[in-house]
C-alpha cells in the first residue's frame, strides 16, 4: 500500500479496552486517573456494576471514556428488553447479552434507536463440549459457537465477544462490519493468571479482532502507563495494514 493510500484512510479506532475489575469505584478511578490521556474506553463488568451501578458508567462517559458494558444479560425477553432499554441511557458504546435467539430479539428491541451497540457472548470460554453435553446439547462448542454468530448476525447484532483463538473464525461467518471484542490477550512473558487460553494483541489483530480486552497485564501493573505504552507499541504497524 502506497503512503498517500495510507494517509487518506479514516483514522482506525483505539482498540484497547481495560477491564475495571475492581470493587469499588475507588479502585477503578485509581486506574482511570493513572492512564489518563493512555486509556479512552473501559469495560464495566458485574462486579463494578453491583459496586457502583450505573452512576459509575455515567462518571466515565462524563470524563469522556466509552464504556463496554459487560453485563451478559440472559433473562426472558420482556426482562431484557427493559433492562437494555436502561443499558442504553447510561451512555455506554458497548452492551454485552448471551447469543440466544429470544435474548438478542428483546435486546434489539429494548435498545431502541439508542447508538449503543449489542455484543452477543456466544458460548463462555470456561464451557468445553462435555458441559454443553451436560445442558442437553448434542453438538461440539465450536459447532454452537458458529450456529450463534450467524444467528447473531441475521438478526442485526453488531457484535461478537470471543476467544482470540476464535477470532478468525468467527470473523469469516460475521463478516467484515462486525465489531469482534477479544479477552484473554497476553503479550509475550507477562503472566497470564488463569487464562489457558490466549493470543498476543498482534496475533488477534491480525485474526480479525477489532477491540482488545486487557486486564491484569495492565490493571495490576506496577506502571499502567508503561504497560499499554508497551502494548501500543507491540500493535504499532499491524494497526494500519489490517
Ligand atoms: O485480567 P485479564 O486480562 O485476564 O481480564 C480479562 C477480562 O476479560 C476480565 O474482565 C474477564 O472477565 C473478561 N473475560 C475473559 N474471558 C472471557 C470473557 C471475558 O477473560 N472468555
Given at each position: ?112 434507536d439508542s447508538p449503543m451497540k449489542l455484543l ?66 497476553r503479550s509475550r512473558g507477562a503472566s497470564q ?50
Amino acid at each position: 500500500m502506497i503512503v498517500d493510500e495510507l494517509n487518506s484512510q479514516p483514522e482506525l479506532p483505539d482498540p484497547l479496552i481495560f477491564a475495571l475489575d475492581f470493587d469499588s469505584a475507588a479502585e477503578a478511578d485509581k486506574l482511570v486517573d493513572a492512564l489518563g490521556d493512555a486509556g479512552g474506553f473501559y469495560k464495566v463488568g458485574m462486579e463494578l456494576f453491583a459496586a457502583a451501578g450505573p452512576d459509575y458508567v455515567r462518571s466515565l462517559t462524563g470524563r469522556g471514556k466509552r464504556v463496554f458494558l459487560d453485563m451478559k444479560y440472559y433473562d426472558i425477553g420482556e426482562t431484557v428488553r427493559r433492562a437494555v432499554a436502561v443499558a442504553a441511557k447510561s451512555g455506554a458504546t458497548f452492551l454485552t447479552v448471551h447469543a440466544v435467539g429470544q435474548v438478542m430479539r428483546a435486546a434489539i428491541e429494548g435498545r431502541g434507536d439508542s447508538p449503543m451497540k449489542l455484543l452477543a457472548v456466544t458460548v463462555l470460554t470456561s464451557l468445553d463440549d462435555n458441559d454443553l453435553h451436560d445442558m442437553g446439547h448434542s453438538c461440539t462448542v465450536s459447532e454452537l459457537v458458529a450456529k450463534r454468530v450467524a444467528q447473531a448476525r441475521d438478526l442485526g447484532i453488531e457484535g461478537i465477544v470471543a476467544s482470540p483463538l476464535e477470532a478468525r473464525s468467527i470473523r469469516q461467518i460475521a463478516g467484515p462490519g462486525a465489531v469482534l471484542v477479544t479477552p484473554g490477550v497476553r503479550s509475550r512473558g507477562a503472566s497470564q493468571g488463569d487464562q489457558k487460553r490466549v493470543a498476543t494483541p498482534a496475533d488477534a489483530i491480525r485474526d480479525g479482532a477489532s477491540y482488545l480486552v486487557i486486564g491484569r497485564q495492565v490493571t495490576r501493573a506496577a506502571d499502567p502507563v508503561a504497560a499499554v505504552a508497551a502494548i501500543r507499541d507491540e500493535l504499532s504497524g499491524i494497526l494500519c495494514t489490517r
